[in-house]
């Protein structure tokens, strides 16, 4: 089976269903968006799934009659199955497998839907849930801020940033999306400007900024190091590689290739020759730095590299359960109290720290929370060390030159 073989429009659904009926399996939050989806697209008005397969007994009164607890009764022949949820649909697909279900002919998974359809599906999510209180005004530019779900309903054009396989309602993304958005506000997605990415890993973002004609330089540690090891092996490392970097569902191999160039480089030492850059971006990096002083240290020392006027933008985990910084080894969860000296620090420098906009979301699913040695599974918030946190994004502007 090879989960990297999607379907890419509706047509080709219709075609792989043929006359056979449409079963889902699945019937948690995402099904009732993955079934309107299936209503819009491929069920008759009048016709609906013939049935839904769930392990799950405790089923809300829609389901009644609907559901079936057997696998058993799926027959390939008869039976085109959906997998209309996000959290097991792997291990979902193993077991089709193992009934004669062939990937992509005989049934596909509700990922899929995010290929295309995501601004769909969050209209959607909308719909469902209403217009979040919280939501930003498009107009407004982002500032420093805590995560927040709505921020994925209003910046809707940077759904590329979000792979095949990862899912949609994620801190992570989150955190990707709030750092393009911010570039983008200020004025730095175009040609001729420079961006350095410290702790790349594998993300998206370098593609996405080459694309736009900006001239990346992607960083991250070495890849024999000590530290590099535990990245490399839980697949967010590039290993140096720099083609690990590009996605092509993102830019054009000659995009890529004419404006992302990658060095090593570790965050507590910056060389004295990385200068000259319109701005500097990390994702979820500086807390891993060793010390909470010594993210707060590299915070500083990323303006450096900065031309007069340029934007450093970067995304860490913020408590939530107190305002102290949580110091653990290797790992820091910061408190409010960090960023309000942070604040203090850089503005004693003359630079511009935007103002943290600390409100959390009240969309319900803002409340879901992932804990520590659990399955994965879409979230917003993550309890571990004793405290529960969520991501938090920071807007620093570094000072002009003043004219003589």
Known sequence: ???????????????????????????GDFAPYCLELLHRHILEESSDVAFFVSRDYKITPFYQGKCVHNKDVLDRDKHFVIIGTLYYS???????????????????????LNEMSTVEYIELYKTKFG??????????????????????????RWTTLKG????????????????????????????????IGFAVGLERLPALFAKHGVEVI??????????A?????????????????????????????????YITLD????????????????SCAFEHLGSAQKGMDFIIKSLDVLNPGGISVHTTEFNLSSNETIDVPFNAIYGRHFFDNLRIEIERRGHVFEPVDYRLGDN???????????PQKPHIKVSAYGTVFTSIGITIKKAKLKNR
């Open 364 to 374: 319900p699913k803002e409340d879901d929370v992932q804990y520590y040695n659990q």
């Open 164 to 195: 095949n396989n990862e899912p949609l309602l994620n801190r992570k993304y989150w955190e990707h999306v709030y750092i393009t958005q911010v570039l983008f506000e200020n004025g730095m997605l175009k040609e001729r400007k420079r961006g």
């Open 1 to 27: 089976m090879d989960a990297g073989l999607y379907m890419k429009t509706w047509e080709e659904v219709k075609d792989a269903v043929g006359k056979r009926e449409i079963v889902q399996w699945g019937i």
């Open 267 to 282: 965050m507590n030492n910056i060389p004295d020759t990385i200068r000259g850059f319109d701005f500097c971006w990390s």
């Open 90 to 112: 792997d291990e979902i697909a193993n077991e089709l497998v193992c009934l004669g279900f062939i990937e992509n002919l005989d049934f596909f998974k509700y990922q899929l």
């Open 131 to 156: 217009v979040n209180s919280n939501i930003r005004d498009r107009t407004d530019k982002l500032k420093s801020s805590v995560c927040r779900l709505s921020d994925l309903f209003a910046y809707t």
């Open 218 to 227: 992607a960083t991250d540690m070495d890849k024999d190091s000590n530290n």
């Open 229 to 261: 090891k535990g990245w490399i092996q839980s697949d967010q490392h590039s290993e140096g590689i720099i083609d690990n970097l590009f996605y092509s569902d993102i830019c054009k191999y000659s995009e890529f290739t004419k404006n992302v160039r």
